[in-house]
């Protein structure tokens, strides 16, 4: 039976069966590509959102001040021209410049994982600044008033809060991520849409690849927002907790689980 | 008695607001004052000065003979002796109850977790909460979140506790609790300063009480000069109505 003769059905498992191989592999670089971006993503944008959210010291000298203003120009910058210019752009500015101007051939990886994740950082280093700024300032109060200085307040206290804060939108930009490394394909990315392409041309079957193609894309991002929410729920910890007594003193007017014998009104 | 904290002609302004007006007054060890007047009339930021959570316009804050903003010690290192119990808690939501009181421990004072531990159970116990230890703050009634908070505060060490209307956002079946805790700190010795509604507090367990008005000292005294014979018009007027509901 040639392809022509085929029902859509027959066709799609056709596709899956001829090219189970180059599916799996586009699906791995996909994946590889977009877990290994959001976390690098993640990290220049914790380290931007953080300069960005740095006051300088009353007491800081001119000169500190001067810098930390001068690095946080940078970084917007840096932030507005990769948020504000398509993706695909500049894949090929970064890819084909560096061969042009500087004669570096940086390979489908490198190219890959360089762009996504400074991309990724973009955004990611807004949505780091919202959850620093998004955490209560009684916190910081609280954790100066016993002697923390800026790094440790950060450190012990405000980051793990914006972190757990601003968890959704790590998963939005993971799930982005895996669609969008399909603009790689410009720059010769072989992951899973242009192995699509690739099937899709060998056979003339664009409508059954395209479904093929798109089941596997949504069985990803499915997947990736479950186990997102799972973490965010593991991060919030048990609802409950376990008094570490029996003393009926620990009952107090807060608890209105238990009744007291004796300690009605407090 | 030595003296603690000396507060020399402090101002402060926000814009062309002006919120204190040279505030002088001394604390020694043991006093326990009470910072006492009608809303806006500057005594949070007064606090706030004192802790330097605000910047003083003008005026010192003089912690043992040494001036705090003038780099003579550091921010850090004051705060560190200068506990502070706050209106709203600011108890870390992230960390649980024991955590909270160990974290500034080992962070600031580079104590080691059995040490910390060991001292912040000491506190969680003396405030009542030490059953407590494995829940975190959002698991906790207001009451129960300033105890801990004034444990996390002692645990500290502090040489003096700054409160901040500690029992403002209770309800009146809370306000006890915590004012409990606070009466047995001050009978233990603990150098306290007290900003307050808490007419009866002030007036039983103060050693010293100051009535602020319009972002001055209007008059300060002993608890029984303020209360049973004031002089000031505008100190009599406001603890009319307090008298009048006792």
Known sequence: MTIADMSFIQRMIYIVQTYSGSLLKGTGVTMAIAIICTALGCLIGFGVGIVQTIEPKRSASPISKFLIKFVKVILSIYVEFFRGTPMMLQAAFIYYGASQLFGINMGMWKAAILIVSINTGAYMAETVRGGILSVDIGQTEGAKAIGMNHFQTMTSVILPQALRLIMPQIGNNLIINIKDTCVLSIIGTVELFFTFKSISGALYTYFEAATVTLIIYFILTFTCSRIMRYLETRMDGPANFDLATTDTLAYTSGLNSAHVPGRERL | MGEILNINHLSKTFGTNVV???????????????????????????????????????????????KVADGGMSEEDYRAKVGMVFQSFNLFNNHTVLSNCMLGQIRVLKKSKAEAKEQAMKYLEKVGMAPYINAKPAQLSGGQKQRVAIARALAMDPEILLFDEPTSALDPEMVGEVL???????????????????????????????????????????????????????????????????
């Open chain 2, 20 to 66: 204190l007006t040279d505030i002088d007054f001394n604390v020694n060890t043991g006093d326990v004052t009470t910072i006492i007047g009608a809303s806006g009339s500057g005594k949070s930021t007064l606090l706030r000065c004192i802790n330097l959570l605000e910047t003083p316009t003008s005026g010192d804050v003089i912690f043992h003979g040494i």
């Open chain 2, 180 to 246: 409990e805790v606070m009466k047995k700190l001050a009978h233990e010795g603990m150098t306290m300063l007290v900003v307050t509604h808490e007419m009866s507090f002030a007036r039983d367990i103060s050693s010293h009480v100051v009535f602020m008005a319009d972002g001055k000292i209007e008059e300060e005294g002993s608890s029984s000069d303020i209360f049973s014979n004031p002089k000031s018009p505008r100190t009599k007027e406001f603890l009319t109505r307090f008298r009048e509901d006792n």
